[in-house]
């Protein structure tokens, strides 16, 4: 046994076994990095913009592989688009590394809407930025906050605190304008529908105060204001004056005979001359 293992064919047939081990190694190890470009660097091609399966071609073909990471929200670019990538494009990376997505949702994410009555305009200004939602229309109204937020609409609809609403979104502002100082004369409604009398306040920057209903009424826009206050004209007859941003209470029916009467002027005495007695 021992002469065998000291024989020279022994150890040539050893010597021999050692270097083919280490060609089969040496070539696996080539392959290997052929097959895993193990050290090879490549630019990050740009796929901001394109759709994910786009940008899954382009990257793939360069050696790389992709992962989507998450996902935002911007209505003004496409949907399922990609927003970022890391590592950003033309930075020079290893080949076969994962570069991460981020792309822009399909739909846009609902969120809740805080109550902004009472705040200032600016303050809201900055929470819907934070919000992703918009400022839309502001119209000013007389009221004695002047400044502050008076009524919140979406869609031109008056929206309550906590209401979902798609991200993006524009919210409309009523701001306070304050009080007018100067007077004017209160407007007649009487024998107008509703929805007239509206406008007509609407016009005169007055505010639409109590609404009192007689009688089932099925469409309140179409109903008539039988009664108001305050009313045109006094007791006396002489007309009653009104400021900007105050508020006219009135009565509505579907019957329009229940008008109260429109208070005549207050006639004009007209001046008899005077008799001059002659002696």
């Given at each position: 046994m021992f002469q065998f293992i000291t024989k020279r064919s022994f150890f040539i047939n050893l010597l021999v076994a050692l270097l083919l081990g280490l060609a089969i190694v040496f070539v696996f190890f080539q392959l290997l990095d052929s097959i895993t470009q193990h050290?090879?660097?490549?630019?990050?091609?740009?796929?901001?913009?394109?759709?994910?399966?786009?940008?899954t071609k382009v990257l793939e073909a360069q050696g790389?592989?992709?992962?989507?990471?998450?996902?935002?929200?911007?209505d003004s670019l496409p949907k399922l688009s990609?927003?970022?990538?890391?590592?950003?494009?033309e930075e020079l990376v290893k080949v076969n590394r994962t570069i991460y997505l981020t792309i822009?949702?399909?739909?846009?994410?609902?969120?809740?809407?805080?109550?902004?009555?009472?705040?200032?305009?600016?303050?809201?200004?900055?929470?819907?930025?934070?919000?992703?939602?918009?400022?839309?229309?502001?119209?000013?109204?007389?009221?004695?906050?002047?400044?502050?937020?008076?009524?919140?609409?979406?869609?031109g609809v008056a929206v309550k605190p906590g209401a979902k609403i798609p991200m993006g979104s524009r919210i409309s502002l009523v701001i306070?304008?304050?009080?007018?100082q100067t007077e004017s004369a209160v407007p007649l409604l009487l024998g107008l529908t509703f929805a007239e009398a509206k406008v007509v306040l609407e016009s005169n920057d007055l505010l639409l105060?109590?609404?009192?209903?007689?009688?089932?009424?099925?469409?309140?826009?179409?109903?008539?204001i039988i009664k108001q206050n305050p009313p045109v004209r006094d007791d006396e007859g002489r007309p009653i004056r009104i400021r900007g941003g105050q508020l006219i209470d009135v009565w509505i029916?579907?019957?329009?005979?229940?008008?109260?009467?429109?208070?005549?002027?207050?006639?004009?005495?007209?001046?008899?001359?005077?008799?001059?007695?002659?002696?």
């Open positions: 050290g090879k660097y490549a630019k990050v091609p740009s796929v901001k913009g394109k759709t994910i399966e786009d940008a790389f592989r992709v992962d989507v990471q998450d996902s935002v929200y911007y990609i927003v970022k990538q890391s590592p950003q494009p822009n949702r399909a739909e846009a994410p609902l969120v809740s809407l805080p109550n902004f009555v009472g705040q200032t305009y600016r303050s809201v200004q900055l929470q819907l930025n934070t919000l992703g939602l918009k400022l839309g229309d502001t119209t000013t109204r007389p009221d004695f906050a002047v400044g502050s937020v008076l009524e919140q609409l979406y869609n306070g304008g304050g009080i007018k105060g109590a609404v009192v209903v007689d009688g089932a009424i099925a469409d309140s826009a179409s109903a008539f029916s579907t019957d329009r005979s229940k008008m109260d009467s429109i208070p005549k002027p207050k006639a004009v005495m007209e001046k008899k001359p005077e008799t001059v007695n002659e002696y």
